[in-house]
Nanobody
């Protein structure tokens, strides 16, 4: 059983940066990791994913060029560096994990963190 704990959210102004962290524990940890977000009144949406080795990454078009996903396997932690934040980035950001790349990208894993709130003011 994998446990995922996100941190690093907060209230920032448009144009600012934040770095989110997701610490994983329990079970075999050679997982694909991903970030999703759910804004007010919106469905959960894919943000970014990274393979276990870190050699493969994927991003939603809306964040490409502004967000960077990375991981430190020695710390069992995945990061989401968010730059040039916009008010439309306001959402709860959730971490997910699975051994299968497609499962993570589709948001179909049963392993999710509790989420961390990111609020971007204009």
């Amino acid at each position: 059983q994998v446990q995922l704990v996100e941190s690093g959210g907060g209230l920032v102004q448009a144009g600012d940066s934040l770095r989110l962290s997701c610490a994983a524990s329990g079970g075999p940890l050679r997982y694909v990791m991903g970030w999703f977000r759910q804004g007010p009144g919106k469905e959960r949406a894919f943000v970014a994913a990274i393979s276990w080795s870190g050699s493969s990454t994927a991003y939603a078009n809306s964040v490409k060029g502004r967000f960077t996903i990375s991981r430190d396997n020695a710390k069992n932690t995945v990061y989401l560096q968010m730059n040039s934040l916009k008010p439309e980035d306001t959402a709860v950001y959730l971490c997910t994990a699975h051994t299968n790349w497609d499962t993570v990208n589709a948001g179909l894993s049963r392993y999710w963190g509790q989420g961390t709130q990111v609020t971007v003011s204009s």
